[in-house]
T-cell receptor, first 113, second 113 residues
Framework: DAKTTQPPSMDCAEGRAANLPCNHS???????VYWYRQIHSQGPQYIIH???NNETNEMASLIITEDRKSSTLILPHATLRDTAVYYC??????????????FGQGTELSVKP | NAGVTQTPKFRVLKTGQSMTLLCAQD?????MYWYRQDPGMGLRLIHY???????AKGEVPDGYNVSRLKKQNFLLGLESAAPSQTSVYFC????????????FGPGTRLTVL
């Protein structure tokens, strides 16, 4: 699985957009980009995933560069409840190696009033 | 639906003692996983199962055993606990090995003295 690099921490003002970057320069053609988050002491929560097109759901938007070497997770209107560690994971899609997720250290996002 | 549940929530062991952590899911998922999370680090995969009666090793399997006798349950065993196994243990499940969305339990906090 491709390795991902994320900044260790970021701050964001409440109500503003939070833009979390992720570098995955060695990603291969069959690998998706997945985002999970972990609110303090809880189990991780799935947010969004994509292959090469930009994606949006009720939680966030995912922007993937054309060369697929980096991506950005966007929380459009961050709230205090979005304070969490955000994990970017590059991994193959379905039916590959048992669906294992390889977590890195993630980005600790602090949303401030 | 309760989703993914873990028993117990907290446990303190002495070195050399044994114990079993139980993970149960009521979503009829095929794939189940055990992760550990140490302070300040991402999750690391211990063992996983792609269906009833099957198990496979993850990144850090040493010192642990698992069993999947029933589809809804995935047991993690520590035969002889060591202080290095002090950690938070998370269980997860997914329908078909897709990375789309793994559902995580609330975690078990284990301390080995």
């Amino acid at each position: 699985d491709a390795k991902t690099t994320q900044p260790p921490s970021m701050d964001c003002a409440e109500g503003r957009a939070a833009n979390l970057p992720c570098n995955h320069s060695t990603i291969s053609g069959n690998e998706y980009v997945y985002w999970y988050r972990q609110i303090h002491s809880q189990g991780p929560q799935y947010i969004i995933h994509g292959l090469k097109n930009n994606e949006t759901n009720e939680m966030a938007s995912l922007i993937i560069t054309e060369d697929r070497k980096s991506s950005t997770l966007i929380l459009p209107h961050a709230t205090l409840r979005d304070t969490a560690v955000y994990y970017c994971i590059a991994a193959p899609g379905k039916y590959n190696q048992g669906g294992k997720l390889i977590f890195g250290q993630g980005t600790e996002l602090s949303v401030k009033p | 639906n309760a989703g993914v549940t873990q028993t117990p929530k907290f446990r303190v062991l002495k070195t050399g003692q044994s114990m079993t952590l139980l993970c149960a899911q009521d979503m009829n998922h095929e794939y189940m996983y055990w992760y550990r999370q140490d302070p300040g680090m991402g999750l690391r995969l211990i063992h996983y199962s792609v269906g009833e009666g099957t198990t496979a090793k993850g990144e850090v399997p040493d010192g642990y055993n698992v069993s999947r006798l029933k589809k809804q349950n995935f047991l993690l065993g520590l035969e002889s606990a060591a202080p290095s196994q002090t950690s938070v243990y998370f269980c997860a499940s997914t329908q078909d090995g897709s990375y789309n969305e793994q559902f995580f339990g609330p975690g078990t906090r284990l301390t080995v003295l």
